[in-house]
C-alpha cells in the first residue's frame, strides 16, 4: 500500500491526532464560531509550513488588515514581515467575490502570486455561509473554488465562520466538498470554558477521531491534547511486563516481606485510606528507595504544592530536593482546579517520555475523581490510560487513593469502580485500641503473587517515616479453618463452639 | 511630532500632495498587498473615484505602489514597495506618524501649509468619507 503523502501542520500535538499530518492538495474546512480560533489554526498552519517544512505560503484576507495580522501573529512569536521579505509568505487582502472570481480565471493573478513564491499552502480566513435558501448556491460556489485550488495542487485551508453553537446546526453545502472538515468549538465547562477541535472527517487518510482540547499559548501557538481516550500505539496496550523475577522495593521497612520482595515491575499499587493513614508518607518513602537506588522517580502531587511536599519528606528525613537536584526526582504538581484532563495527561505523557522514570507516585486518584466526578466515564478513561502509559513505559506506579471510612472498609474504592485494573492493593486503616487510633495495614490484592492478607501495625516515627512492625504474636495465635466460624459470609463471624461428640464406651 | 519634522519628511518623500495620497498610503501600510477594484479602493479610503485613481497614479509614478499590468481586469493587485532604497525609512516614519488621528491631521495640516492643492479641471477635489464631504476639522486640524 503507498504512503500517503501527508503535510504536516507542525503545530503542536495536532499532526498525532492526524496520524501525520493532512494529505497534500486536500481543501481544508476549519469551521467554527466567533473566538474559536481559526485565524490563529489557519495562520499557524500556514507559518510553520513557511519556516518549517521550506513550504511557502499565501494568506488570503478579506476582513483583518495584514498589520493587525502581523501584530498578532508577533504575540506567537511568529515574525511573518520577515518571511514576507524572504520570499516564503503572501499575505493579500481581497474580497470575497474578486477571490472567487479569480480562482476561476485560467490565468489567475493570485495563483501568479501564489506560485511566483513557489506556495504550497494556502490560508482564506473568512469565507461565510450562504443562507439556508441559498445552500445550492453556496455549494456550487464552494466546488469551484475548491477545484480552483486543487488546480495548483495547493494544500488549502479556508476559515469558514459558523453562527451555530449546535454542530448538527451548522452542516453546511461547503462540508460536503471540502475533504477535510476540522470543526473548532468552545463550550463552557462549569464556570470555564474548553476550547476543542474535532476532525469531522478528512479523506486520504486515518485521524483520531473525536474531539480533542487544544489552547492557544502565548508566545507559541495552538497545542492540541490528544482526547485521553483515543488509543495509542499497539505497543502500549502490549507494554504490560513480563518479569517474574525483578521486584521493586517498597521503601517502607517490613513492607517488602509482605508483597513477596517488592511489587512486580510495571505493576499497578493501589495505597488505600483515609487521610493521614500514612498513604503519602508510603509515597514518598517509595520514591527516595528508588532514587538511592539511582532508579528515576516520578511524583504527580495535586493536592499539596511542592514546597509542601519537600517539607513532608524532610519531616521523614528524606532530603528530596537533593534527589531533585540530582536528576533522579521529578516533582510534578498541577492544582486540581479546571482540569483540562487532555491536557494534563499530554503532559505526563511527555514527563513520562522524556524523564523516563522507573518508579511514580500518583497522590491522589481522589482528587482526580473528585474534579472529573468518580462515576463518570473520563475519569475511568484516564484512569485506563495511564495505567497503559505507564505499563507501556515500564514504570512501577503506586497511585494513592483517599477512601473515607476512618474504621474499617466496607469498600476497597467506594464510587471508583477501577479495581479490576490494579495489580496489588494495600488497605491503610485506622484501628481504635483504647483511647488511640493504632496504623494498620493489609495487603489486600496481589495479582500474580501469594499474600497472607493478614493486618500488620505500622508506625510512623518522626525523622524516620513509616515501618511495618513485625507480627510476634501471630505463631501464638492458631489458624482455625472457616469450620470453626459462624456467619463466615453475612461479614460478622463468630467462633463456633466445639461439636459435642458423645462417647459410647 | 513638531509641524517641521512632518514637513521635513514630506520634503524628502516629494510626491504627497492631497489628503487622498496619503490616505491611500495609509491604507497600503496596512493591506502592503491589496487585489481589489479601484471603486472599492474609493470606499475604503473615503474619497471620490477619480480623486483616488489620480492618487494611485501619482503613488505608482513615485515608485511607492506597484500594480499588475493586465489593464483588462476590473482589479488589480496593488504592492506597497516599501523597501525602496529611495525612500529609505521615511515613509515608515512618516505612516507611523500619521496611524494615529492627531498624526493623521497633522500630516494634512503639513500638507495644507506646503503648496496649493492641485487643481483637476479647475475644480479642487474635495474628499469625501463615506460619501460625505470630509469635515472641515480633517482640511483645517488645529495642530
Known amino acids: 500500500m503507498p504512503e500517503p503523502d501527508l503535510v504536516k501542520t507542525g503545530i503542536k500535538g495536532l499532526d498525532e491526532v492526524l496520524f501525520g499530518g493532512f494529505p497534500r492538495g486536500n481543501i481544508i474546512l476549519v469551521a467554527g464560531t466567533a473566538g474559536t480560533g481559526k485565524t490563529t489554526f489557519g495562520v499557524e498552519f500556514v507559518y510553520r509550513g513557511a519556516s518549517q517544512f521550506n513550504e511557502p505560503g499565501v494568506i488570503v484576507l478579506f476582513e483583518v488588515a495584514p498589520d493587525k495580522l502581523i501584530r498578532d501573529a508577533a504575540l506567537f512569536g511568529w515574525d ?64 469551484l473554488l475548491a477545484e480552483g485550488l486543487h488546480r495548483e495542487n495547493l494544500t488549502a485551508m479556508l476559515a469558514l465562520e459558523s453562527t451555530f453553537a449546535d454542530p448538527a446546526a451548522a452542516r453546511a453545502p461547503e462540508e460536503f466538498v471540502a475533504d477535510t472538515i476540522v470543526r473548532l468549538s468552545i463550550e463552557p465547562v462549569q464556570r470555564a470554558v474548553l476550547r476543542s477541535l474535532e476532525i469531522v472527517k478528512s479523506r486520504g487518510h486515518e485521524f483520531a477521531l473525536g474531539r480533542h482540547t487544544f489552547r492557544i499559548i502565548n508566545g507559541q501557538g495552538l497545542e492540541v491534547y490528544r482526547r485521553v481516550q483515543a488509543p495509542r500505539g499497539l505497543l502500549r496496550e502490549r507494554g504490560a511486563a513480563f518479569d ?86 521529578h516533582l510534578w504538581y498541577e492544582p486540581p482546579q479546571e482540569f483540562e484532563i487532555d491536557r494534563h495527561f499530554a503532559q505526563i505523557e511527555a514527563i513520562v517520555e522524556d524523564f523516563k522514570p522507573r518508579r511514580a507516585v500518583i497522590d491522589s486518584l481522589s482528587t482526580y475523581g473528585s474534579s472529573l466526578g468518580p462515576a463518570e466515564r473520563s475519569f475511568r478513561d484516564f484512569f485506563h490510560a495511564i495505567v497503559a502509559l505507564m505499563k507501556e513505559h515500564q514504570v512501577t506506579a503506586v497511585y494513592n487513593h483517599e477512601n473515607p471510612e476512618m474504621l474499617g472498609m466496607s469498600s476497597m474504592m467506594g464510587e471508583f469502580k477501577v479495581s479490576s485494573l490494579v495489580d496489588n492493593i494495600i488497605l491503610m486503616n485506622w484501628v481504635e485500641l483504647g483511647d488511640s487510633f493504632r496504623h ?50 453475612s461479614r460478622s463471624p463468630e467462633r463456633r463452639s466445639p461439636p459435642m461428640v458423645s462417647e459410647t464406651p | 511630532m513638531k509641524p517641521k519634522q512632518i514637513g521635513d519628511f514630506l520634503d524628502r518623500i516629494g510626491c504627497l500632495e492631497h489628503p487622498c495620497d496619503l490616505d491611500l498610503l495609509l491604507f497600503f501600510y496596512r493591506h502592503p498587498q491589496a487585489f481589489l477594484k479601484s471603486e472599492r479602493l474609493a470606499e475604503y479610503v473615503g474619497y471620490d473615484l477619480p480623486q483616488v485613481e489620480r492618487s494611485l497614479e501619482i503613488l505608482m509614478t513615485a515608485g511607492l505602489l506597484r500594480q499588475s499590468p493586465d489593464s483588462t481586469r476590473p482589479a488589480r493587485l496593488y504592492v506597497l514597495t516599501r523597501g525602496s532604497s529611495i525612500l529609505g525609512g521615511w515613509l515608515s516614519s512618516l505612516l507611523r506618524i500619521a496611524a494615529t488621528p492627531e498624526g493623521r491631521l497633522a500630516v494634512f495640516h503639513a500638507l495644507k501649509q506646503r503648496r496649493p492643492p492641485r487643481l483637476s479641471g479647475g475644480d479642487e477635489p474635495e474628499p469625501v468619507a463615506n460619501g460625505r464631504p470630509v469635515p472641515r476639522t480633517l482640511e483645517e486640524p488645529h495642530a
Not at chain 1, 490560508?123 to 445552500?135: I, K, M, Q, T
Open chain 1, 244 to 329: 517474574p523475577t525483578t521486584r521493586v522495593t517498597t521503601g517502607v521497612p517490613g513492607l517488602d516481606e509482605l508483597v513477596n520482595g517488592g511489587y512486580f515491575v510495571a505493576s499497578t499499587t493501589l495505597v488505600v485510606g483515609i487521610s493521614g493513614a500514612g498513604k503519602s508518607v508510603m509515597a514518598l518513602q517509595y520514591i527516595a528507595e528508588g532514587a538511592r537506588r539511582g532508579e528515576r522517580g516520578l511524583m504527580i502531587t495535586l493536592d499539596e504544592p511542592p514546597a509542601q511536599v519537600l517539607r513532608n519528606a524532610h519531616s521523614i528525613g528524606i532530603d528530596l530536593q537533593a534527589f531533585i537536584d540530582k536528576g533522579l526526582v
Open chain 1, 440 to 489: 494498620a495495614l493489609t495487603v489486600a490484592k496481589m495479582r500474580a503473587m501469594p499474600t497472607s492478607r493478614t493486618t500488620h501495625e505500622c508506625e510512623i516515627a518522626n525523622g524516620q517515616g513509616m515501618k511495618v512492625l513485625p507480627r510476634p504474636i501471630r505463631a501464638a495465635l492458631p489458624v482455625v479453618p472457616f469450620a470453626g466460624y459462624l456467619g463466615l459470609i
Open chain 1, 80 to 143: 511573518l514581515r520577515e518571511l514576507e521579505r524572504n520570499g516564503r509568505l503572501k499575505m493579500i487582502f481581497t474580497t470575497r467575490q474578486l477571490f472567487q472570481q479569480e480562482l476561476q480565471q485560467a490565468d489567475s493573478q493570485l495563483l501568479a502570486e501564489a506560485a511566483e513564491i513557489g506556495a504550497r499552502r494556502i490560508f482564506v480566513d473568512g469565507l461565510v455561509r450562504l443562507p439556508e435558501s441559498n445552500a445550492g448556491d453556496s455549494r456550487d460556489a464552494f466546488h
